[in-house]
């Protein structure tokens, strides 16, 4: 029941969350260009989403995430148990900047009439494995926003995360962590 109840709320936030809440895209965040060409600087912004994140854990600027992933993140700041830990986009011990860093962007599709442009992104360190994100882009009124991301090599979505149970929530199969979605 506990967990319908935040499904609920999570829904009604999302479609109704105050528009003053809500951080607007940057100009670094501008789509350009048109069609295969439309990842053209995907790479350099992802990098600088990483760059902007706290060293020693936290969120970027809201600015990147896309208004539904910004309702979500304010609810679950507003908890008592946050469900993401800090360190979801640092790694912790690479220094930055750091020349192994990575960003490719792995597939863009174009805009229909169901759905937005979008670009997914890997982003990690070459030398040092085990650890990685894939960031789903899409654009929204010409700038990109993450939309979602998954985390390597946890193999659980962000949306996940946020959807897990806290401690005092009950969790019908009786787990707080599922394994893998993404």
């Known amino acids: ?42 790479s350099a912004l992802v990098a600088e989403i990483y760059g902007a994140t706290p060293a020693e854990g936290g969120w970027p600027p ?9 309702a979500r993140i304010a609810l679950d700041r507003s908890r008592a148990a946050p469900r993401v830990p800090a360190d979801w ?33 890997s982003m990690g360190f070459d030398h040092r494995p085990g650890w990685g994100r894939r960031i789903h882009l899409i654009d929204q009124n010409d700038y990109w926003v993450i939309d979602s991301v998954c985390l390597f090599p946890e193999g659980r979505s962000l949306d996940a995360i946020l959807d897990t149970p806290g401690p005092s929530e009950a969790d019908p199969e009786g787990r707080r962590v599922r394994p893998g979605d993404c």
Do not use: C
């Open 1 to 42: 029941m506990t967990r319908l109840l935040l499904i609920l709320l999570t829904a009604t936030l999302t479609a109704m969350g105050p528009a003053a809440a809500q951080e607007r895209p940057g100009e670094s965040q501008r789509v350009l260009g048109q069609g295969m060409t439309h990842s053209k600087g995907v």
């Open 62 to 70: 809201m600015r990147y995430f896309s208004p539904r992933l910004q």
């Open 89 to 121: 986009l640092r790694r912790g011990d690479a220094a930055w900047p750091s020349d192994d860093f990575h960003a490719w962007v792995l597939n863009t599709t174009g805009a229909s009439t169901t759905r937005p442009a979008s670009a997914v992104v």
